[in-house]
Nanobody, 121 residues
Framework: QVQLVESGGGLVQAGGSLRLSCAASRSIFSINVMGWYRQASGKQRELVAVITSGGSTKYADSVKGRFTISSDHAKNTVYLQMNSLKPEDTAVYYC???????????????WGQGTQVTVSS
């Protein structure tokens, strides 16, 4: 399994921006699907955005037009640019990877430790 380390979380006011990073322990070129889930306090983990090794993306309806997922194969890193943040975006954000998955059927077998994002009103 690939090891994943998230960074970039923090406290931001509503309307602000943050960029999350997910650094992988090895080349992500051969990892078919990577992406981000989030879990708010007392709620189930939900999909935020995913990206394939070929560059295809998928977003949750709640973040479309505000969040952008991207990858840098040279740095073995996946990013989540979050703009126009809302208080309801407050959650722990987790990076995941499915080495053999394909959209829309994938199952992350590797996870990072999570990074807290808090959006104040």
């Amino acid at each position: 399994q690939v090891q994943l380390v998230e960074s970039g979380g923090g406290l931001v006011q509503a309307g602000g921006s943050l960029r999350l990073s997910c650094a992988a322990s090895r080349s992500i070129f051969s990892i078919n699907v990577m992406g981000w889930y989030r879990q708010a306090s007392g709620k189930q983990r939900e999909l935020v955005a995913v990206i394939t090794s070929g560059g295809s993306t998928k977003y949750a309806d709640s973040v479309k037009g505000r969040f952008t997922i991207s990858s840098d194969h040279a740095k073995n890193t996946v990013y989540l640019q979050m703009n126009s943040l809302k208080p309801e975006d407050t959650a722990v954000y987790y990076c995941g990877a499915d080495e053999g998955g394909v959209l829309p059927d994938f199952d992350f077998g590797s996870w990072g430790q999570g990074t807290q994002v808090t959006v104040s009103s």
